[in-house]
């Protein structure tokens, strides 16, 4: 994880939580995998919940998803807060993640993603995706997640001395909105639908 990322996602926390210090929050990190670095600490209050997340065990993973796009292991509505940086260019099927994103969270939920919009090819252990505000909006609105904001640091500046530059990360914040019974049963069908589709493909 780049220092410029880390910085992203503390603003985040500081804008969006700093007021809710004192609520029980879960906080699921997709991606969580510390290789070189995690976002853990900027969660470590005494009130919240957080959780790491990945495909694979290791440093800084309390959950292992057995399927990358259907997430078992984590109940439906049982997440306050999402956050993922630096995975979802990894992703292949982004966009199914958008709509398990929405499932997992409750309703008023924030999401916190943050990838690339530029920077080199680095597979872990594939490399498919770079985002523009424009994309990284458009998968919100497929997954069903209203766009509360959405950028990319064009010119992450000089201040940073490892690969920060490189990258120009976009980041979004998007939130769950108030569902309809018939809104949220027809979200679970079209996920379902997307599951088997990528299933299908593998």
Same mark, same amino acid.
């Given at each position: 994880?780049? %220092?410029?990322?880390?910085? @992203? ?6 804008? #969006? ?15 969580? %995998?510390?290789?070189?670095?995690? /976002? ?9 919940? #957080? ?29 306050? !807060? ?10 292949? #099927? ?12 409750? %309703? ?51 201040? /940073? ?27 679970? !069908? ?5 599951? @088997? ?6």
């Amino acid at each position: 994880m780049h %220092q410029s990322s880390f910085d @992203k996602m503390c603003s985040f926390r500081d804008r #969006y939580l700093a007021a809710r210090k004192h609520e029980p929050l879960v906080i699921l990190d997709l991606g969580s %995998q510390d290789v070189n670095g995690s /976002y853990r600490p900027l969660f470590d209050e005494g009130s919240w919940k #957080y959780l790491g997340a990945d495909m694979s065990s290791g440093a800084n993973v309390d959950i292992v998803l057995a399927d990358p796009y259907c997430w078992s292991e984590v109940k439906p509505g049982s997440v306050d !807060v999402l956050i993922s940086g630096q995975a979802f260019e990894h992703i292949e #099927y982004f966009w199914i993640t958008m709509q398990e994103i929405s499932r997992v969270l409750k %309703q008023a939920g924030l999401c916190c993603l943050i990838a690339p919009s530029g920077g080199p090819e680095h597979r872990y252990p594939v490399d498919c995706w770079r985002f523009y505000p424009d994309g990284f909006a458009a998968a919100a609105r497929f997954g069903g997640i209203e766009v509360v904001e959405v950028f990319t640091d064009w010119t992450p500046g000089d201040t /940073y001395t490892d690969e920060s530059a490189l990258w120009k990360d976009t980041m979004l914040v998007g939130r769950k909105p108030r569902q309809t019974w018939f809104a949220r049963r027809k979200a679970s !069908v079209r996920r379902w639908m997307m599951c @088997k589709a990528a299933a299908w493909n593998d």
